[in-house]
């Protein structure tokens, strides 16, 4: 079951620079979409969402796209700082369900100083 | 801030043996979820709970898992008859109300010997 796909199972970027996560999902009900953050051997943190209804959120140093017809969402992170590094979950829900998450396999962002 | 949380944060138990992970939402919260995270995989969905009853569950979630909210704080994980596949992190999140953003607990590793 591949509906919420993220193909970079890793990134570096240097530090003041942008970072990138991309993610994909096939599931056409999906219209809520989160990006968690998780440190090893915690839970995932909430970072930024955004309903179907937007093409864009942002949240100080964090800014979520949505491509709703190239089923295609992207964190960008600027400045990236070291303390973000991190594994990033894509995760999505579905109206009329009972709104879990379908999460991605994660991205593994590493902000070199 | 109100955070989710979750007890043990580690256990190990016998194959066959009974386990109960607890959780404490977020208070005012009426969504209630378990996921798990096996080791290097997604994280899944287990189940979900709203007004006292289960909304969804997955393939995942036999007959050998239960949940319940025995009071009006905490929301339990029961595993009947544990198998060696059940060890994973056990995540425990919760909800204000649908459309909105899901919290996670900090997690139970189990571990089946």
């Known amino acids: 079951d591949q509906q919420v796909k993220q193909n970079s199972p890793s990134l570096s970027v240097q530090e003041g620079r942008i970072s990138i996560l991309n993610c994909d999902y096939t599931n056409s009900m999906f219209d809520y979409f989160l990006w968690y953050k998780k440190y090893p051997a915690e839970g995932p943190t909430f970072l930024i969402s955004?309903?179907?209804?937007?093409d864009k959120n942002e949240d100080g140093r964090f800014t979520v796209f949505l491509n709703k017809s190239a089923k295609h969402l992207s964190l960008h992170i600027v400045p990236s700082q070291p303390g973000d590094s991190a594994v990033y979950f894509c995760a999505a829900s579905a109206h009329g369900s009972a709104r879990q998450l379908t999460f991605g396999s994660g991205t593994q962002l590493t902000v070199l100083p | 801030e109100p955070e989710v949380t979750q007890t043990p944060s580690h256990q190990v138990t016998q194959m066959g043996q009974e386990v109960i992970l607890r959780c404490v939402p977020i208070?005012?919260?009426?969504?209630f979820y378990w996921y798990r995270q096996i080791l290097g995989q997604k994280v899944e969905f287990l189940v979900s709970?709203?007004?006292?009853?289960?909304?969804?569950k997955s393939e995942i979630f036999d007959d050998q898992f239960s949940v319940e909210r025995p009071d009006g704080s905490n929301f339990t994980l029961k595993i009947r008859s544990t198998k060696l596949e059940d060890s994973a992190m056990y995540f425990c999140a919760s909800m204000f109300r649908s459309d909105e953003t899901q919290y996670f607990g900090p997690g139970t590793r189990l571990l089946v010997l």
């Open positions: 955004i309903s179907s209804i937007k």
């Open positions: 208070s005012n919260h009426l969504y």
């Open positions: 709970f709203y007004n006292n009853e289960i909304s969804e």
